[in-house]
């Protein structure tokens, strides 16, 4: 098999400055760095493949309201069926990368440095054999294997023959310049399109981001806590009391620097890291670890190495449900911090930009039929929390945004009528960890997300003229710059 191989991309901190792409990012097929002034090809090579390169509480009622939805969702009915009567005439996806290496080193580097997962842990952390935020392999054998599965599902569909390359022009892959993403969609290629060359992988630097448009952190903060019921104590009080007591258990004593930095005495756990107005103690601490288990077990790593065999005895429960107990704390971390409407337009309308830009070129009959964007765990619920929608897919805790999962945005044809649905598909926690065949029949993880503001039909399906009427409403062009959107 060949693949998008070995991508040496720049990671300075923080994804914003990760600007540039290494030319040999090309073992998979020709790759376009998209440029503002221009685009250029990098060549295309061969060859074998790599390894991938690592509280006061306010208004209790609105709070205990907002609490009980961090654990639990109402239960989810089996995927209805499209729209009747209906064609499906194109796609577009925009997908989380594979599991990856921790985005913080595991080893540290001195006694002073509490970045990084050994200050939070008594035991040494596995080695993924990445550097840093990087691909592991098994997360790109995942993301394969979702390739397939939707070559099979959107042929089934009638989108794509069975066998064989698609026609040029058809599809379409796109992503930043970071190397998981990077690495995603020539996964994805190589899923569903084995040994062919079907489009181009175009990267563009800096993809999702935008203007400043006048983003406040302090605003954003704020905004954050009142989704949070009041103040992050609701959260290490409540519902998520729990999973943290777990990691705490998990963890055991942190190392002193990441006491001291976290602003806690010396030989702290994450049950003593303190929680102020402005400081999420645990949880900013225990959100990167948690998911580490399930990359770790994602990944194939044997049970009795994966949290270091402490999960099943420290929740009694399987390990596979353990770990999507605890990851309810890194999956509330991260809607608290990504979903309010607030932070949601002004670092989602860069990504709802795009994504909208190639549904109309796609309801107009000018441009792809597939269209692949690889993306970012915080950038889809930016987007989902514009939409304004939820789910809870199985095994995971509600608003979890798996490693490889896509909400795909399906554009139906119904008479006249073209209509829009958004389907998230991502494997299950075992799924991931067998690389389960999937199948139409037999699919990964599944949920209709249905945006309030369009009124969805039973389908889910709302027309394209209202969900156009909604993405448009609420995207703040301000934080768009149009140029990476071409």
């Not at 939805?69 to 997908?95: Q, Y």
């Not at 995942?142 to 069975?162: D, H, I, K, W």
């Not at 993403?181 to 935008?210: E, H, K, N, Q």
């Not at 258990?249 to 005495?265: D, E, I, M, N, T």
Request: charged fraction near 20%; hydrophobic fraction near 40%.
């Amino acid at each position: 098999m060949t693949i998008l191989a070995n991508c040496v991309l720049s990671h300075a901190e923080g994804r914003a400055r990760q600007t540039r792409s290494d030319e040999r990012c090309a073992k998979r097929f020709g790759v376009h760095v998209a440029l503002f002034e221009g685009t250029r090809r990098v060549a295309t090579t061969s060859g074998r493949r790599p390894l991938p390169t690592t509280f006061a509480l306010r208004a209790v009622r609105a709070a205990l309201f907002v609490l009980a939805s961090v654990i639990t969702l109402p239960a989810l009915a089996a995927l209805p069926p499209p729209p009747p009567d209906a064609t499906l005439k194109a796609v577009v996806l925009l997908s989380r990368h594979g599991m990856r290496g921790p985005t913080d080193a595991i080893r540290c580097s001195g006694p002073e440095d509490s970045h990084c997962l050994d200050a939070v842990a008594h035991d040494p952390w596995p080695d993924l054999d990445v550097s840093a935020g990087h691909l592991t392999a098994p997360g790109y054998d995942r993301v394969v294997t979702m390739g397939r599965f939707y070559r099979a599902l959107y042929a089934e569909a009638g989108l794509f023959p069975a066998q064989g390359c698609p026609a040029p022009g058809s599809v379409a892959f796109r992503t930043d310049a970071v190397e998981r993403t990077t690495m995603t969609a020539g996964a994805i290629s190589d899923g569903m399109f084995p040994g062919c060359d079907p489009a181009p992988l175009v990267i563009t630097p800096r993809l999702y981001d935008g203007p400043a448009c006048g983003f406040d952190k302090a605003q954003a903060e704020k905004a954050s806590q009142a989704l949070a019921g009041g103040s992050w104590a609701a959260l290490a009080q409540g519902p998520l009391k729990g999973p943290l007591a777990v990691l705490d258990s998990v963890l055991g004593r942190f190392k002193p620097a990441a006491c001291k930095a976290a602003g806690a005495p010396a030989d702290c756990s994450l049950a003593t890291i303190p929680i102020t107005a402005s400081n999420r103690g645990p949880f900013g601490i225990a959100s990167q670890p948690a998911e580490q288990f399930l990359m770790q077990y994602g990944g194939g790593m044997a049970a009795g190495e994966v949290g270091w065999g402490r999960l099943p005895d420290a929740t009694g429960k399987p390990l596979a449900e353990a770990i999507g107990y605890v990851n309810a704390v890194h999956a509330t971390n991260d809607r608290m911090s990504y979903m309010p409407e607030y932070t949601a337009r002004k670092k989602g309308s860069p990504v709802l930009y795009p994504v909208l830009r190639a549904l109309e070129a796609a309801v107009a009959g000018h441009g792809p039929r597939f269209t692949f964007f690889a993306s970012h765990d915080d950038l889809i619920l930016n987007v989902n929390g514009m939409l304004g929608v939820s789910w809870q897919l199985d095994g995971y805790a509600p608003f979890q945004v798996p490693p490889g999962g896509a909400v795909a945005f399906e554009i139906w044809q119904h008479g006249r009528t073209p209509l829009v649905r958004l389907v998230y598909y991502a494997q299950t926690i075992q799924q991931l960890h067998d690389d389960t065949k999937l199948t139409p029949a037999e699919p990964p993880a599944t949920a209709v997300l249905a945006p309030p503001g369009c009124k969805p039909d039973a389908s889910g399906a709302c027309t394209w003229a209202a969900f156009r009427r909604l993405a448009t409403q609420k995207i703040e062009m301000a934080c768009v710059d149009p140029r990476r959107a071409q």
